[in-house]
């Protein structure tokens, strides 16, 4: 291999690295037409014996490196391919290099150990051990690490590879223990956090920790260096013990506590600029003091001097003659005599406007009165009394912006429209205004009276037209009355009460029109008068009427307020929690049935889905572009909740059609209830599924390690068919892996089969395709 080859569309630039398992060459590649360059890392691995690749050495590799790839922090693998009889394989570029013989900044290497420690937390939630963590296998992409090459990691289980690998400056003591002794030692994940320990000393004093080998096993360190960072010395005493059961026990503890020694540093940096800039503050105040002193120090010589001039026009004003003095005597005593009769006069002022205010009241007062007289009956006041107007409560709004100003001219009826009943009978007219007005406050008054009875009246007959009428003309009269709000209000939810009940004059639209009415009148009688216990009680049972128990609530704890004795208020208010907590727990319940019936129609169309958005990726991954993995789960997601939209409406409209259209109600009701029913039985296989169904993927896996195939074949097959968590991916993996088994156990064409699935559902899949390869040998030869 040589600058400038061409391997497929990577072009070699030149050769990074050279080890033990092969060659790493930087390569370019044209990102399609038009397109910009894009550098890679392309490993070319070496065989056993340099004659030929080791297959299953590499496919383990690819594997491995396959599930580490969703992470920041760990290189990514794009590729893989056999040339010119060496294995391939393409990753991440990474421009900044290793980390080895180089050094940072103690800021930016805390930086760096924290993002390794991310991607080791990563990898041992996999699970997988690394085994290789030092300062090579670290590189900088874009100022982020990255932990690389994964040639020597493995998934971490029963089967745990027990030799040496890795280098051994950076292995456990209890490798090296075990390794002098000829001893067989089960990696696990503290192996890793160890030689992430040795690494982190490494980059920080520029020295490993241990000079031999004998020194690891005795955990023998290095004596630190004088300016070693003192806030570290714990942190290494406890990451490095001899003891592996005192040291961190997983990379998120190791993590936490790097956090909390940068931030103990950076606290204490803060302290220190907090005192620096509060020296300056006070060097600044301090410059500005001296400042002012100077400035009051030639103020008070100022003033001293204006003093020694005043002193000497005192002098001078003394010597004025006593006639001045008795002159301005005698005009002092004439202006405190002035000042004496103008308090007289302000008295005299206050005690007329206290009468006149007194006068006002009692006028007010006087056309507030709305009760009727004693000695008219109800019989006189039908037969003296003229018809409301029957466009009275039409203009009730407008009256009631009126206000009490402008004299009395605009508190009198207007003239009254003829209405069928009253033939040409007419309301009269106001009386003319005298001078005083007192004529027009007294026919006011009386018409108010009248007005009022008579809607008290047509209340009791349960003529709640002619009641809104009559309260409306008072309403119109005086748009300050509570009462008549209040009764107007009475009025109105009567009248819903008889729109909503069976018969000839049922319009439950109107009946709630007549509700709100009823609240409007009512919420305006509370503004206008806010300590009538009453108006809070009819607004609250309107409420309650209307189910609306949260303001009924509301309304009965202020009647409760102004008069703890109501017992009504208080039955009502229970009675309304009670409806209330009925109302919740209806609601919720609601939205449970709701949910069940939107997954017992979703499940079974999402199942029918799920291949065509399989089929839609893969179409848009191979004959349009190839997002990546991410991209990939992205478009499978995406397509999979169009379809099952798309068929779910379809579901949706055919029952509505049926029931809507063709009038068939039974056989939508059917359907809905078959739906339901889908939907319970959705829910609790899902329930099942995620929480107590054994995990068939990872049974096979299990199963084929220890190359019992029919085991693996078995787990994987269920794994595809009944494990919803498989179901929510386009991956290939449980066909690819099924196929291993089958090829394993001897069945060439199933695993054939299997693996077909896998490259048409991944073609993009190296293991899938080099894996169809073998098995289409494999079957040849047979």
């Known amino acids: 291999m040589n600058k400038d080859d061409w391997i497929r569309s990577y072009q070699l630039k030149d050769e990074i690295g050279r080890g033990s398992y092969g060659d790493v060459w930087r390569a370019e590649k044209q990102m399609g037409f038009g397109g910009g360059r894009v550098h890679y890392a392309l490993k070319f691995l070496r065989g056993k014996d340099e004659s030929g690749v080791d297959i299953e050495k590499v496919i383990g590799e690819i594997a491995v490196w396959i599930k580490a790839n969703a992470h920041a922090n760990i290189i990514s693998i794009r590729d893989a391919f056999i040339e010119q009889g060496k294995y391939v394989i393409v990753s991440d570029y990474a421009d900044g290099g290793s980390l080895k013989g180089k050094s940072f900044p103690r800021e930016t290497i805390f930086k760096i150990m924290d993002e390794v420690l991310s991607g080791i937390e990563f990898l041992h939630g996999v699970p997988i051990i690394h085994r290789d963590i030092k300062p090579e296998n670290i590189l900088l992409k874009n100022g982020i690490a990255c932990i690389g090459d994964f040639g020597l990691a493995r998934d971490f289980d029963k089967t745990q590879s027990t030799g040496l690998g890795g280098s051994m400056m950076y292995c456990s003591p209890e490798i090296i223990r075990n390794e002098i002794d000829n001893l067989d030692h089960e990696r696990t994940p503290l192996d890793d956090l160890w030689a992430t320990s040795v690494t982190f000393y490494q980059i920080l004093t520029g020295e490993a920790p241990f000079r031999k080998m004998g020194d ?22 406890r990451a490095l013990h001899e003891n592996r059961e005192k040291r961190f026990q997983s990379a998120g503890e190791m993590r936490k506590a790097l956090y909390e020694i940068v931030s103990a540093e950076a606290k204490f940096t803060r302290i220190i600029d907090d005192y620096q800039k509060r020296f300056q ?142 033939d040409n009978r007419l309301l009269p007219r106001p009386p003319k205004t005298t001078g005083d007005g007192s004529s027009s406050s007294s026919a006011s008054l009386d018409l108010a009276v009248s007005y009022y009875s008579r809607g008290e009246m047509a209340l009791r007959r349960k003529d709640y037209n002619q009641a809104i009428n009559h309260f409306t003309f008072i309403i119109n009269l005086s748009p300050q009355d509570a009462d008549a709000y209040h009764k107007r209000g009475i ?201 107590l169904m ?76 080099e894996r169809l390869k073998i098995a289409n040998q494999a079957g040849q030869k047979k």
Not at 217 to 227: G, N, V
Not at 345 to 355: F, G, N, P
């Open 216 to 237: 690891i096993a005795k955990c023998k360190r290095e004596p630190l260096s004088p300016d070693f960072p003192a806030e570290l010395t714990g942190f290494f005493e």
């Open 281 to 422: 503050e006070l060097q600044g105040q301090l410059e500005q003091t001296q400042r002012q002193a100077e400035k009051t120090n030639r103020n008070l010589l100022e003033e001293k001097r204006r003093g020694e001039e005043l002193k000497a026009a005192l002098g001078k004003l003394e010597e004025v003659s006593a006639a001045d003095r008795k002159a301005s005597q005698n005009l002092q005593e004439q202006i405190e005599a002035l000042q004496s009769e103008l308090r007289e006069l302000r008295r005299t002022k206050d005690a007329v406007t206290a009468e006149n205010e007194k006068l006002k009241a009692q006028q007010t007062a006087a056309g507030r009165i709305i009760s009727p007289p004693a000695q008219t009956t109800g019989a006189e006041n039908e037969r003296l009394l003229p018809l409301p107007p029957e466009n009275a409560e039409k203009s009730s709004d407008s009256a009631a912006s009126n206000t009490e100003s402008g004299g009395a001219e605009r508190l009198l009826p207007r003239p009254l429209k003829q209405t069928e009943n009253e």
């Open 694 to 769: 054994p995990n068939y993927y990872q049974s096979a896996r299990e199963c084929y390690e220890k190359k019992d195939y029919a085991c693996a074949v078995e787990n994987y097959t269920r794994t595809v068919r009944w494990y919803p968590r498989y179901w929510l991916t386009a991956d290939n993996a449980a066909y690819l892996e099924r196929g291993n088994a089958y090829l394993g156990s001897g069945s060439v064409d199933l695993a054939v089969r299997d693996f077909e699935k896998a490259v048409r559902l991944n073609p993009n899949d190296p293991q899938a395709v």
């Open 491 to 691: 009025a109105y939810r009567q009248r819903a009460i008889k729109h909503r009940q069976t018969g000839p004059d049922y319009n439950f639209k109107e009946a709630l029109a007549n509700y709100d009415k009823a609240l409007a009148d009512f919420t305006r009688a509370i503004e206008l008068d806010g300590n009538k216990a009453k108006f809070y009680y009819d607004r609250g049972l309107t409420h309650y009427q209307k189910l609306d128990y949260k303001e009924t609530i509301a309304d009965y704890k202020a009647v409760l307020d102004i008069d703890p004795d109501w017992t009504a208020a208080r039955d009502g208010l229970k009675e309304a929690k009670r409806k209330r907590r009925g109302e919740i727990a209806f609601g919720f319940i609601g939205v449970i049935m709701v949910s069940i019936f939107v997954i017992g129609l979703i499940v079974p169309t999402y199942l029918l889905a799920h291949p065509l958005a399989s089929f839609t990726t893969v179409f848009v991954k191979t004959e349009i572009y190839n997002f990546g993995p991410t991209g990939e789960t992205i478009a499978f997601v995406v397509t999979a909740i169009l379809y099952t939209l798309l068929f779910g409406g379809i579901s949706g409209y055919l029952i509505y059609f049926i029931e809507e259209e063709l009038l068939i109600e039974w056989l939508s009701v059917s359907m809905l209830v078959v739906v339901f029913i889908i939907g319970l039985f959705s829910v609790g296989y899902l329930a099942y599924a995620f929480f």
